[in-house]
Nanobody, 123 residues
Framework: QVQLVESGGGLVQAGGSLRLSCAASGLTFSSYAMGWFRQAPGKEREFVAAISSSGGIKYYGGSVNNRFTISRDNAKNTVYLQMNSLKPEDTAVYYC????????????????WGKGTLVTVSS
C-alpha cells in the first residue's frame, strides 16, 4: 500500500521560512517523479514544484519560482520543499504526489497523493 505522509506545516509570519517533508512508502521511490501541490481555501489545487526521479530536473509553478526549492533524498524515500520569503497568499494545504515527470505538473498526471499539511502565513 502506497503512503505519502507530509509534515512540517504550521504557522509562520510573512517573510519567514518552512521546510516541508514527504515520506514515501510502499513504492519504489527512486522510480517516481515527485511533486508538490497546494490548495488554498475556496480555490483549486495548483502545481507548486516537481522533481525527476533522480533529482536532476526540477521545475516550479510561476507563483513560487525563486522562493521555493524542491529536493529529494532517495536513500530516505523523502522529498522536501524549502519555502522562503513566505507570503500570506502562500497559505494553503500542501500535498505531495508521486507520478511521472511528464505529468508532474498536473493533477491527473500523478498517481499517488498524500493527505496534506497546512501552511498558514500571517501578515
Amino acid at each position: 500500500q502506497v503512503q505519502l505522509v507530509e509534515s512540517g506545516g504550521g504557522l509562520v509570519q510573512a517573510g519567514g521560512s518552512l521546510r516541508l517533508s514527504c515520506a514515501a512508502s510502499g513504492l519504489t521511490f527512486s522510480s517516481y517523479a515527485m511533486g508538490w501541490f497546494r490548495q488554498a481555501p475556496g480555490k483549486e489545487r495548483e502545481f507548486v514544484a516537481a522533481i525527476s526521479s533522480s533529482g536532476g530536473i526540477k521545475y516550479y509553478g510561476g507563483s513560487v519560482n525563486n522562493r521555493f526549492t524542491i529536493s529529494r533524498d532517495n536513500a530516505k524515500n523523502t522529498v522536501y520543499l524549502q519555502m522562503n520569503s513566505l507570503k500570506p497568499e502562500d497559505t494553503a494545504v500542501y500535498y505531495c504526489a508521486a507520478g511521472s515527470l511528464a505529468g508532474a505538473s498536473t493533477l491527473s498526471g500523478m498517481n499517488y497523493w498524500g493527505k496534506g499539511t497546512l501552511v498558514t502565513v500571517s501578515s
